[in-house]
């Protein structure tokens, strides 16, 4: 006689599959996780090589700047000892020249 299954409690067997089935669902995963982390390791490859670019680029621009405030301060101080010498008039005529060519400037470009 067999035994009845009250409610909730039965048994269940899992659906009979072979074990050859469950080796190829394995390897499939294996297989697919192979993928998947092989785009990331090339993924990774490529922001490193980013990286290192943009470090350099970076080296070479704060070198630019390097360059161009040396050249700057150079020529404020050379315009400070100007303006401090005994020939101010040399500022009066750079002061008129540069209104003289932007007034030129200016026309040429509305007229034009």
């Given at each position: ?14 659906p ?39 470090n ?57």
């Amino acid at each position: 006689m067999r035994r009845t299954h009250s409610a909730g409690y039965g048994y269940e067997p899992l659906p009979s599959t072979s074990s050859h089935s469950l080796e190829e669902e394995n390897d499939q995963m294996a297989e697919q996780l192979k993928e998947k982390i092989s785009a990331l390791k090339s993924l990774s490859i490529d922001i490193g090589t980013e990286v290192k670019y943009q470090n350099k680029m970076l080296g070479d621009m704060d070198d630019d700047f390097e360059r161009t405030s040396g050249s700057l301060s150079g020529s404020v101080a050379r315009i400070l000892r100007m303006a401090k010498g005994s020939h101010n008039y040399h500022i009066m005529y750079l002061f008129l020249f540069s209104i003289a060519v932007f007034f030129f400037v200016w026309i040429f470009l509305k007229f034009k």
